[in-house]
């Protein structure tokens, strides 16, 4: 019997998720086939330890548009972040509260050296007036210059903190994609599910019909109206929705444009410990401006005064031993660190700009039948993979 489909979409990560969640909603038929033994791409939890390491350090923030269609998502437990960051500076960390969520931030909690009154006055100008300035095309660290913020503070804030967003210390991202994360993370509540990022898929998956969703069924090959699996099953398709760039190389030659071949990514290493740590805050993210090996970190409490932390590391060449040395030389009262387990992940971030909102619709279409959707075509976060699927599906009915 012939294996025929309405829609087919390849991939389970959360612009799948997102296509099939939209399909389900309108009652058309579609099937999900990933090659993972687990849904949820690059939102990826680890539970080899006992642990729920995820994958990479990634947040949520609360605020992001696109989420209201996950209303699910809101079922899982999330360890909330102050607003704000702990940042190391010479021998002193220094807290600083976010003065726009938390009123303190004015007057306590922000004697980080190199955060002038003038930078205050900008930041504040900035936040709110974001929308502006979101169609210069200049590169966002000119910008920031330009804007009068001092050196300093564009080098320990902006830099220290968003090379860890964009996974790349030249925040080379288009102004108005740097504008909209930023004013987000000035005015949303961030967190991490308890149990790791990939909860949120796990919330996902409990509202969609799960004979629908074939996981280890890696697609090898494709063609106008079929594609094939590595188990050599064949599937006919009359729509195709394929939400990762590489599955481009599996077209048919009469078919393919290379139109992806130019897509790279931004590469991430995310490492591990387990300490006891005494009067230590894990309510922030740490920023380390000084560092030439760690982008940030970040703790979890378990236990009485045992932590999880988690260092990320823009070097894929910096080994565990260095960056756990680093490490004890930041917390005073560390006992009994172990190293746990370090994630390499090559194609994390997409990195080029030119396919970004690609041509305002943020999806592409291939053929008459095939499309392409993702962060690669919207902008690279969760926001931006739920928004390419919603304008791909949406462009359907029209
Ligand atoms: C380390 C890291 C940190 C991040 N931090 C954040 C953050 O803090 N906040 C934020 O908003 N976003 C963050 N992101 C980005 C966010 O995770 C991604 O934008 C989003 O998960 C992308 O989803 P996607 O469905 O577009 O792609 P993917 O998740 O990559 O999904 C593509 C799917 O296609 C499948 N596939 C590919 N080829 C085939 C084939 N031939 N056959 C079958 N299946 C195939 C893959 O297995 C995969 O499951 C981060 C990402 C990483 C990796």
Excluded: H, W
């Excluded at 994360?181 to 019909?209: A, C, H, R, T, Y």
């Excluded at 260095?322 to 994630?343: H, Q």
Aim: hydrophobic share 40%; proline share 3%.
């Amino acid at each position: 019997m012939k294996n025929i489909y309405d829609n087919i979409i390849i991939g389970s990560g959360l612009t799948g998720l997102t296509i099939a969640k939209l399909l389900s909603s309108k009652k058309i038929d579609y099937i999900i086939l990933d090659k993972n033994k687990d849904a949820g791409g690059r939102i990826s939890t680890n539970n080899s330890t006992r642990y729920n390491l995820d994958e990479g350090f990634q947040i949520l923030l609360e605020d992001y548009p696109n989420l209201g269609i996950f209303p699910e998502i809101n079922n899982s437990s999330f360890k909330r972040f102050e607003s704000g960051f702990i940042t190391k500076k010479g021998r002193s960390l220094y807290k600083v509260l976010n003065p726009f969520k938390n009123i303190k931030g004015l007057f306590f909690d922000n004697s980080f050296p190199g955060f002038t009154l003038k930078d205050k006055y900008l930041l504040g100008k900035l936040i709110f007036l974001s929308k502006k300035y979101e169609n210069q095309e200049i590169p966002v660290k000119k910008f920031l210059k330009n804007f009068g913020f001092s050196p300093t503070f564009v080098n320990d804030f902006f830099i220290s903190f968003f090379q860890g967003v964009f996974l790349d210390n030249n925040l080379n991202v288009p102004l108005k994609y740097f504008l909209f994360i930023f004013s987000l993370f000035s005015k949303s509540n961030v967190s991490i599910p308890v149990n790791g990022m990939n909860q949120i898929v796990k919330e996902i998956l409990l509202k969609l019909d799960s004979s629908k969703l074939k996981l280890n069924k890696e697609v090898v090959n494709i063609k106008a109206d079929s594609i094939e699996t590595d188990d050599g099953e064949i599937f006919y398709f009359k729509k195709l929705f394929c939400t990762d760039p590489q599955i481009e190389k599996l077209i048919d030659k009469r078919l393919n444009q290379n139109f992806f071949k130019r897509i790279s990514y931004n590469s991430v290493q995310c490492f591990y410990f387990l300490a006891e740590i005494i009067d230590v805050d894990d309510r922030f993210i740490y920023l380390l401006p000084e560092s030439k090996n760690i982008t940030n970190m970040c703790l979890k409490k378990l236990k009485d005064d045992k932590f999880i932390i988690s260092a990320s590391s823009l070097s894929m060449e910096i080994s565990e031993n260095a960056i756990e040395k680093e490490i004890l030389g930041y917390f005073d009262n560390t006992k009994n660190i172990k190293f746990l387990e370090a994630f390499k992940i090559l194609n994390a971030l997409p990195s080029n700009p030119e396919f970004f909102n690609f041509q305002n619709k943020s999806f592409y279409q291939y053929s008459s039948n095939i499309y392409f959707a993702g962060d690669y075509l919207s902008y690279p976060c969760l926001n931006g993979s739920i928004q390419s699927a919603l304008n791909l599906v949406r462009s359907l009915s029209k």
